[in-house]
């Protein structure tokens, strides 16, 4: 019996994946829903209360370097292989392309102490965060997209990015929530 | 926690017994507390996994001669809400023509507020089949009204709805009402 008690508690600790923290802390509303987040190759656009973006790219090292070169292409970046490495590593994209390249030269613990003060942009003129999901989409097309947004994100920027995502005919995506407690 | 059980072999008369009995060391604790772990592990493993819910969006017509005719939908087979600021939510089954501040009511987010509404509109409407829910935030709205909304279609079984934008005259009347009356209705919920 200990033999089997512990056989299991090693497969269990070794299976469990913990949750890493978002960048920023996010609520996310509620619902009804008990369907639970499918284990796919997953990105995540995080949307924070003052209508920010994070890109969560795939946690695929090779799969995300040939993302950082397709968006450096077409943003006319060019990264290093050291800077490719560090993007491997990133938990996720929260500056604008052009400030991208200073943000992989820091240092750990100056990445984990910045603050993005525009997160990804997405406007009418200039939508990286849908060049990000559509490029990742390049690399590979099976990736699904799980939206996580703040119970206090207002309505445009959320109107902002569905509309990005019809544009670039990505329809089916996820919405995360919470389980809704019994009221 | 683990004892080690000698035998006491002080008996006088009594047999005395191999003293070379290997020691006994009680596992039970040990057992115990890998179960503990065993269990905290499988929940945690079930548990972080967030809910989801799907979101299918319609396709963008590629061009214009591909976009379907304007379907117009029977005013009493559907119902218009409109999701305003501080989580206020208005409904209306009126055209240009019909609505005005009194015609445009208010509900609230909650089971007794906005599912009877439109449990209500479906049961009055000509063909249940096609009843049409119109979802018209407004820029005021913030996510969780959106969500909430997708949730209530869930939970009343409306498979058929649509999210559009205000129009210009809904927006007007909506305006009106938000800024013309006093704040007496409080916000549902605010949590």
Do not use: C
């Amino acid at each position: 019996m200990t033999d089997v008690s512990f056989l299991l508690l090693t497969f269990f600790i070794l299976t469990a994946q913990f949750n890493v923290p978002d960048v920023e802390t996010v609520t996310t509303p509620s619902s009804i829903s008990e369907k639970l987040l499918p284990d796919a190759s997953l990105m995540t656009v995080l949307s924070t209360t003052d209508g920010k973006f994070y890109f969560t790219p795939v946690d695929n090292g090779t799969e995300r370097m040939q993302l950082l070169d397709k968006m450096g292409e077409k943003y006319g970046v060019k990264f290093t292989d050291k800077e490719k490495v560090e993007f491997t590593k990133v938990q996720s994209v929260g500056v604008p392309m052009n400030q991208l390249k200073g943000y992989l030269n820091l240092s750990e613990d100056d990445k984990k102490a910045f603050k993005s003060q525009t997160g990804v942009p997405l406007d009418s003129t200039n939508k990286q965060l849908i060049d990000w999901v559509q490029k990742s989409l390049e690399v590979n097309p099976d990736y699904k997209l799980a939206v996580k947004g703040d119970v206090e994100t207002k309505y445009p920027k959320v109107k902002a990015l569905f509309e990005g995502l019809r544009d670039i005919d990505f329809l089916k995506f996820w919405l995360i929530t919470s389980q809704e407690v019994a009221q | 926690m683990a004892e080690v059980q000698v035998k006491d072999s002080s008996g006088k008369g009594g047999k005395v017994r191999s003293q070379k009995q290997p020691p006994h060391v009680d596992l039970t604790p040990m057992v115990d507390l890998a179960f503990l772990l065993i269990t905290f592990f499988m929940l945690v493993t079930t548990f972080n996994k967030p809910n989801v819910m799907d979101l299918g969006l319609p396709a963008k017509p590629k061009d214009k001669t591909q976009t379907p005719p304007p379907t117009e939908i029977d005013l009493s087979n559907s119902i218009s809400l409109i999701i305003g600021k501080d989580n206020r939510i208005f409904y209306h089954q009126l055209d240009q023509a019909g609505l005005n501040e009194q015609t445009l009511q208010e509900t609230s987010f909650d089971r007794e507020g906005i599912t009877k509404v439109i449990e209500q509109a479906k049961a009055r409407a000509k063909d249940q089949t096609k009843f049409t829910v119109i979802i018209k935030p407004t820029d005021d709205a913030v996510y969780k009204n959106f969500v909430d909304i997708l949730d209530e279609m869930a939970i009343t079984k409306n498979e058929i709805y649509g999210i559009t934008d205000i129009k210009s005259w809904e927006q007007a009347i909506y305006d009106k009402k938000v800024g013309g009356s006093a704040p007496a209705a409080p916000a549902a919920d605010t949590n």
